[in-house]
């Protein structure tokens, strides 16, 4: 009985303590109305470069503070929660209090969002229909990717890349592939005994035997006793010039596009329920 009465009174105090956002003020847990916006995300990242990057880093990759990008604590960090922390700071930590405006507090927090988040909840602004066409046509994306069995096999299947990775990693994988490592698609070529050369994509490598997809997506096997040579490649199959050949709207377009990729609408990744921090 005493503990459920001090357990309500807890909750009641933590609502109290985060209510400082906007929106209406019986919700029980504040919203950021600035979720996936451009301008406030843009608004927030200035404000961040300002406030925060002396300890976090100017692309919040970390430093003296923690790296804020690809978080696990900030990925189910509820709105509240987050907003708190960026206002008030960690007590007993190096972490300060901001005392920033509401409204530049959600923009920061909306910021950092998109650096955690799936680009399919913070939309990059492009025009998703130009990047269709770009991407079955003049960038050749569909040649080596497929989405919902349409396209080819030799790089992953991007059915579900809109809610699999941010907007900075496909960026990223965008115009530097060689960025990360190729894992699972390891770029091989291998030439049999009788003088025959295959160029892919390594799929099972085992000690007796390696699959490879060629550059036509054309699924080989090999026992390793038929072969003379294999050499892996550190150089993607993935062209590295997109960032040239596209230009940053023809970018913008294929990532609004690919940003429209998610397998299972609606399911967002959960957070928890809102607390105060410490
Ligand atoms: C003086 C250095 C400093 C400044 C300035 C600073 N931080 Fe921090 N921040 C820290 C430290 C250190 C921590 C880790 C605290 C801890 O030990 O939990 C932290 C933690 C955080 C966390 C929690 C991260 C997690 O993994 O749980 C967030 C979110 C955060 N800071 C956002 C911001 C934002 C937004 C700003 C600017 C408005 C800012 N910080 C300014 C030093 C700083
Ligand atoms: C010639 C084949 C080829 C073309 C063309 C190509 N890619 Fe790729 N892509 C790959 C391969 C192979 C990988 C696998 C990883 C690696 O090599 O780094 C990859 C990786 C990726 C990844 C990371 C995938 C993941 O699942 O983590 C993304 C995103 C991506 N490509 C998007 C694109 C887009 C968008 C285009 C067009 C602008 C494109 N690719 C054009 C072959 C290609």
Redesign the pocket.
């Known amino acids: 009985m005493t503990r459920t009465l001090i357990f309500v009174l807890l909750t009641a105090g933590v609502c109290l303590a985060q209510d400082h956002g906007q929106g209406p003020r019986s919700s029980v847990e504040p919203v950021n109305p600035f979720t996936g916006q451009k301008q406030a995300i843009d608004a927030g990242e200035r404000r961040f470069k300002q406030s925060c990057a002396a300890c976090h880093g100017p692309e919040a990759e970390g430093g003296r503070g923690p790296n804020l990008a690809e978080n696990a604590d900030l990925q189910t960090m509820s709105d509240g929660q987050l907003f708190h922390t960026i206002q008030q700071g960690i007590p007993g930590t190096a972490m300060p209090p901001s005392y920033l405006p509401d409204n530049d507090t959600w923009e920061v927090a909306a910021f950092l969002r998109s650096l955690n988040d799936p680009i399919s909840e913070n939309p990059v602004a492009g025009d998703a229909e130009a990047g269709r066409k770009?991407?079955y046509g003049a960038?050749?994306?569909?040649?080596?990717?497929a989405i919902r069995g349409q396209g080819?096999f030799?790089?992953?299947?991007?059915s579900n890349?809109g809610a699999?990775?941010t907007a900075k990693?496909?960026r990223q994988?965008?115009v530097n592939?060689?960025a990360?490592?190729?894992?699972?698609?390891?770029?091989v070529s291998v030439i049999r005994k009788d003088g025959m050369e295959f160029k892919g994509?390594a799929r099972n490598n085992s000690n007796y035997s390696i699959q490879i997809i060629d550059?036509k997506g054309t699924l080989h096997m090999f026992d390793k006793s038929d072969l003379k040579e294999i050499v892996f490649d550190d150089k993607?199959?993935?062209?590295d010039n997109?960032r040239q050949t596209?230009g940053p709207d023809?970018?913008n377009n294929?990532?609004a596009f690919?940003a429209q990729q998610v397998a299972r609408p609606g399911t967002k990744r959960p957070r928890r329920p809102g607390q105060a921090n410490q």
């Open positions: 770009l991407y960038a050749h994306c569909g040649d080596c990717h080819g030799l790089g992953s299947d991007l890349v699999r990775m990693q496909l994988a965008i592939p060689d990360s490592p190729h894992i699972g698609f390891e770029p994509v550059t993607s199959f993935m062209p997109y596209l023809g970018i294929i990532m690919l």
